[in-house]
């Protein structure tokens, strides 16, 4: 027995509640990569500020909760 992804199951939402809920995910992933890639961006061994890496980290694992 298969089952249907959670994409693809209707919960008969109102399509402005959904298209929020759709925002909201998405800008809350954008977030995300944009506080990894600041982390990458000063754990260069060229960059010297260190500890901004490790600020962003976990500012994205907060992000992710």
Same mark, same amino acid.
């Given at each position: 027995m298969t089952t249907a992804s959670?994409? #693809?199951v209707c #919960?008969?939402?109102h399509q402005h509640?959904?298209?929020a809920i759709s925002r909201q995910i998405s800008l809350e992933l954008?977030?995300?990569y944009v506080y990894l890639s600041m982390?990458?961006?000063f754990d260069h061994d060229d960059v010297a500020l260190k500890n901004f890496a490790k600020y962003f980290?976990?500012?994205r694992r907060g992000n992710m909760l």
């Open positions: 959670p994409s #693809q #919960q008969n939402y509640s959904e298209a954008y977030a995300s982390s990458y961006y980290r976990l500012v």
